[in-house]
């Protein structure tokens, strides 16, 4: 698959010298480089969206495909959608078309389906695009929550709160480095399990080891949510599902 950067270049919206201008830019290696190319002005949200789908061969919302009026939440919080960059703007026979910034993050695709209980059909649009018609349909001061968001968290925030941390819980270094630390004891152990069981006021830790389970120095309990999040990040798991194990 080719980059952004790449298709940029191919429709001769990105010159090679800016685009070496953005690499050297690049503080780090994992910033995506179509970010650092909008930080440095060199690339609008409209053209940046138009190479997203191109990538990701989608088709690409423009401001007018838009509904007029609010469109069915599905269960989702304004916010949620604000910080997701993400809108439902159709309900369809075959599903709901998700108009999205960056159609790779699956964990939005996923909070829509479960919140739903409908076919996700993502669709590329500019962010600029999806923040005006956000800021349309829920003007400033008025609350932005909506009733079926507590249903989906059953009556409380835990869910939601899952659901709404998901991307920043992926990107804390921190927990990154402790859950490749905890994988890469256990290959070194050779160990075929990790059991990492949440209590009330611990976590516990342990490696199966030759069919025999082996008790590690835990993380402190109030890691555990956090833990577990970054586990369903790299297994491909509904973030949002906190009923099964």
């Known amino acids: 698959m080719k980059t952004v950067a790449e298709v940029l270049v191919?429709?001769?919206k990105l010159s090679p010298e800016d685009l070496g201008r953005a690499r050297r830019a690049q503080q780090n290696p994992d910033e995506p480089l179509d970010d650092v190319l909008e930080h440095l002005g060199l690339l609008s949200s409209s053209t940046k969206a138009l190479a997203v789908a191109r990538v990701h061969n989608l088709p690409?919302?423009?401001a007018a495909d838009f509904p007029p009026s609010r469109p069915a939440l599905l269960g989702l919080s304004p916010k949620f959608l604000r910080d997701a960059k993400a809108?439902?703007?159709?309900?369809?026979?075959?599903?709901?078309?998700?108009?999205?910034?960056d159609p790779g993050a699956a964990y939005v695709i996923d909070a829509v389906r479960l919140a739903s209980g409908r076919p996700v059909i993502p669709w590329v649009a500019a962010g600029s695009d999806i923040e005006a018609a956000l800021n349309r349909y829920f003007p400033a001061g008025e609350a932005l929550t909506e009733p079926a968001a507590e249903a989906l968290a059953g009556g409380g925030e835990g869910a939601e709160e899952d659901i709404q941390r998901l991307q920043d819980l992926a990107r804390e270094a921190p927990v990154i480095r402790l859950v490749n630390q905890i994988i890469?004891?256990?290959v070194e152990a050779r160990a075929s399990d990790i059991h990492?069981?949440?209590f009330r006021d611990e976590l516990r830790l342990r490696y199966r080891v030759d069919g025999a389970l082996r008790h590690i120095p835990a993380p402190p309990a109030r890691l555990a949510r956090a833990i577990s999040s970054r586990i369903k990040i790299l297994a491909r798991l509904?973030?949002?599902?906190?009923?099964?194990p």
Request: hydrophobic share 55%.
């Open 10 to 12: 191919e429709l001769g």
């Open 87 to 101: 809108l439902p703007i159709a309900l369809r026979e075959d599903g709901i078309v998700l108009a999205m910034a």
């Open 60 to 62: 690409l919302a423009k």
């Open 184 to 186: 890469a004891d256990a």
């Open 238 to 244: 509904n973030i949002a599902e906190r009923r099964l």
């Open 196 to 198: 990492i069981e949440p």
